[in-house]
C-alpha cells in the first residue's frame, strides 16, 4: 500500500514538488524527516553547500522557495581593517563552470563541476549585504542560510594574522545581528593542492587553533569544512580528531586533482568520505557533529552519510545537472534534486527508510520512523554543546 502511494507521488511530484512535502510524509508515511544544522532544527536534512549557486539574494530566495532545508553562503575570503587579504589568492575571479560525467575508479559514472575559481570576488562590503539577506531570511524561519570564511593559515614557524580574524569576524557578526553567529570556515581542495597542505603537522595546527581564534572575537557557532587532504584515510581521521573544538564538521571537501590542477567530486568522493566516516565510527570517539557533503546524489547514498552520523547533507553538483538527468519534468533544479532525494521509489530517502525499519534498522517511536534515529543506529558519541 505505502509503496504504491510512494509511486504514485513520485509520479504526481514530477510537475510540481509542494514546498511543505516534509510535512506530506510525515502525514502519509509517518516519517519524520526532521533533522539538525549547526544547532538549528530544520524540517528535512537537505542544503546547499556553498559555492557558485549562493551567490546572491535571488539565489537564496529561490533555495527557500524551492524548499530546501539551508544554504551555506559563498566562501568570502578574510581580510584586516585595510582591505589585506593573506589568502588573497583564493579571490580569483572565473565565471565558467563546467559539468562532467566522471567515471570512479570504482567504476561508477557519477557527475563533477569542473571550475578553476575559488573564493568570493567582489567586494568584502558587498558579501555583508547578503549575509545580512541571510541573517532576514533565517530570522523568517522558512531557510537557514550561513555565511562561510577562509581566513589566514600560517605557516609553522608563522602566526596567526589576528588583525584578519578579528576583523572580518567582527564585521560578519555584525551583519548578522544576533548572537552567536553561525558561520563555516572552509578549508578547501585547492588548499590540499597548495604546497602550504603537504605539511601533516601544519594541518593539524590549523585544525586545533583556528576555532579559538575565531571565538577570541565573538560568540561563534562554527562547522570547520575539512578538504580531503593528500594524505592517506588514517591522517583523515587525525584531522577529524584535531578539529575537535569546532561545533560540527562539514565531512569532506572535494577531491584534488594534481594533474588537472582543479577539485572533483562523484563516487570517488562519497566512496572515500563513507569509507573514512564508517573508520571513524568504529573508533567510538568523542567528535563534533557531522554534516555529510560529496556526491550525495541519491536517497540512497543521503542514508549512508545519515547512518554514519551525519545530521544533515550538503550538496551542490547535484543542483547543477543537466534538465534531462532529473526524472522531474518541471520546477527548479533545486526542487528536482529534492524529489529525486526523497522520493525515488527504490532509491529515495523514503523508500530507504522503509527498508531500514524492514530490516530493523530502526524501531518506530511513537508510530513514526524517524530520520534523526539514524545517526543513532550506531553508537556515536557526539558531543552536543
Ligand atoms: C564550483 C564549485 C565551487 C565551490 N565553492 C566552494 C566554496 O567556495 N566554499 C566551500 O566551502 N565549498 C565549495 N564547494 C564545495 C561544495 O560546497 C560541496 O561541498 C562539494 O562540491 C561536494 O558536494 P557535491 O559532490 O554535491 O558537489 C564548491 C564546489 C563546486 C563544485
Known amino acids: ?136 531570511l533565517t530570522s523568517g524561519g522558512a531557510i537557514v542560510a550561513v555565511p562561510s570564511v577562509k581566513y589566514h593559515l600560517p605557516r609553522l614557524d608563522e602566526a596567526f594574522r589576528e588583525a584578519e580574524y578579528r576583523h572580518t569576524t567582527e564585521a560578519l557578526a555584525h551583519a548578522w545581528g544576533t548572537t552567536p553567529l553561525p558561520l563555516e570556515k572552509d578549508f578547501s581542495p585547492t588548499l590540499a593542492g597548495d604546497r602550504l597542505a603537504e605539511e601533516q603537522a601544519q594541518i593539524l595546527r590549523w585544525l586545533r587553533e583556528v576555532p579559538a581564534r575565531i571565538r577570541a572575537v565573538a560568540p561563534v557557532r562554527l562547522a570547520l569544512k575539512l578538504m580531503n587532504a593528500r594524505h592517506d584515510d588514517e591522517f583523515q581521521l587525525r584531522m577529524t580528531e584535531a578539529a575537535g573544538e569546532a561545533d560540527a564538521l562539514v565531512v569532506f571537501n572535494r577531491l584534488w586533482s594534481p594533474e588537472r590542477g582543479v577539485a572533483y567530486g562523484g563516487h570517488d568522493l562519497s566512496d572515500r568520505n563513507l569509507r573514512v566516516l564508517g573508520a571513524l565510527r568504529s573508533r567510538s570517539a568523542e567528535h563534533p557533529l557531522l554534516v555529510g557533503t560529496g556526491n550525495v546524489c541519491s536517497g540512497r547514498i543521503l542514508l549512508e552519510y545519515a547512518r554514519l552520523g551525519c545530521e544533515s547533507v550538503q550538496l551542490h553538483t547535484l543542483f547543477q545537472l543537466p534538465l534531462s538527468e532529473y526524472p522531474a519534468t518541471s520546477g527548479t533544479r533545486q526542487q528536482r534534486a529534492l524529489h529525486l532525494l526523497f522520493f525515488h521509489p527504490t532509491e529515495g530517502v523514503i523508500a530507504g527508510m522503509l527498508d531500514f525499519e524492514t530490516a530493523g534498522v530502526i524501531p518506530r517511536v511513537g508510530g513514526e520512523l524517524r530520520f534523526r534515529d539514524l545517526a543513532g543506529s550506531h553508537q556515536m558519541h557526539q558531543r552536543t554543546r
Open 1 to 136: 500500500m505505502v509503496r504504491e502511494q510512494l509511486e504514485r507521488d513520485f509520479e504526481r511530484f514530477r510537475r510540481q514538488l509542494p514546498r511543505d512535502f516534509p510535512d506530506h510524509v510525515r502525514e502519509h508515511y509517518r516519517i519524520d524527516l526532521s533533522a539538525r544544522y549547526l544547532g538549528f532544527s530544520i524540517p528535512h536534512p537537505v542544503g546547499k553547500g556553498s559555492g557558485q549557486l549562493s551567490l546572491n539574494q535571488d539565489q537564496l530566495e529561490s533555495d527557500r522557495d524551492s524548499g530546501l532545508a539551508f544554504v551555506v553562503l559563498k566562501t568570502v575570503i578574510a581580510q584586516d581593517a585595510a582591505g589585506e587579504q593573506s589568502m588573497g589568492a583564493w579571490a580569483i575571479h572565473e565565471t565558467r563552470m563546467k559539468v562532467e560525467r566522471l567515471r570512479s575508479a570504482a567504476e561508477t559514472e557519477g557527475w563533477t563541476v569542473t571550475w578553476k575559481g575559488r573564493g568570493w570576488d567582489r567586494s568584502f562590503d558587498e558579501y555583508l549585504g547578503l549575509v545580512r539577506a541571510a541573517a532576514d
